[in-house]
T-cell receptor
Framework: ETGVTQSPTHLIKTRGQQVTLRCSSQ?????VSWYQQALGQGPQFIFQ???????GRGNFPPRFSGLQFPNYSSELNVNALELDDSALYLC????????????FGSGTQLSVL | QQQVKQSPQSLIVQKGGISIINCAYE??????FPWYQQFPGKGPALLIA?????SEKKEGRFTISFNKSAKQFSLHIMDSQPGDSATYFC?????????FGSGTKLNVKP
């Protein structure tokens, strides 16, 4: 059974650029959630995808968008990057929409300069 | 508005001691209360979780105490070990959204 994998592990971008982060969910999991973890803080819910549809969104602007593919892998896209977007982006997979047991990847550390 | 408040921010415990981390919430709609453990450079990993219909759950050295009327829950780590040194997050869940506490950095001294 493979775990949740995220790529890339680290990324440096400049303000105004766009970024795409990728996540492969754990085998057998059909739900992917994305979280933003600022330094010294707990993860904050961005959105969840279930069977390729967005199924809930946190308090993040529309420039944060996502996709889920038929194999349940997922992408997080962030447009018009701002300095405050610098954070660890975590992907978590689970089964079903209730998704009580989250399995997190190691994250992508994004730095916006 | 912070959905769950966690304390303390940091904790130093001697090996063999008991580590206690507390969380408080307001929204009674939350019905699942997990604790996650995070090591540097890793994502959080589920440690133990409880539902509001029980007041305590124990798994090995880890125990959750839940007080529904006070809207508080806590993690107790018995016989704390240096390998337990990590950041711990409580969380509350309502359907498909988790809200995490701000974290407690635990340092267990040998």
């Amino acid at each position: 059974e493979t775990g949740v994998t995220q790529s890339p592990t680290h990324l440096i971008k400049t303000r105004g650029q766009q970024v795409t982060l990728r996540c492969s969910s754990q085998s057998g999991h059909n739900t992917v959630s994305w979280y933003q973890q600022a330094l010294g803080q707990g993860p904050q819910f961005i959105f969840q995808y279930y069977r390729e549809e967005e199924n809930g969104r946190g308090n993040f602007p529309p420039r944060f968008s996502g996709l889920q593919f038929p194999n349940y892998s997922s992408e997080l896209n962030v447009n018009a990057l701002e300095l405050d977007d610098s954070a660890l982006y975590l992907c978590a997979s689970s089964t079903g929409t209730r998704n009580e047991k989250l399995f997190f990847g190691s994250g992508t550390q994004l730095s916006v300069l | 508005q912070q959905q769950v408040k966690q304390s303390p921010q940091s904790l130093i415990v001697q090996k063999g001691g008991i580590s206690i981390i507390n969380c408080a919430y307001e929204n009674t709609a939350f019905d699942y209360f997990p604790w996650y453990q995070q090591f540097p450079g890793k994502g959080p990993a589920l440690l133990i979780a409880i539902r509001p219909d029980v007041s305590e759950k124990k798994e090995g050295r880890f125990t959750i105490s839940f007080n529904k009327s006070a809207k508080q829950f806590s993690l107790h780590i018995m016989d704390s070990q240096p390998g337990d040194s990590a950041t711990y997050f409580c969380a509350v869940n309502n359907f498909n959204k988790f809200y995490f506490g701000s974290g407690t950095k635990l340092n267990v001294k040998p």
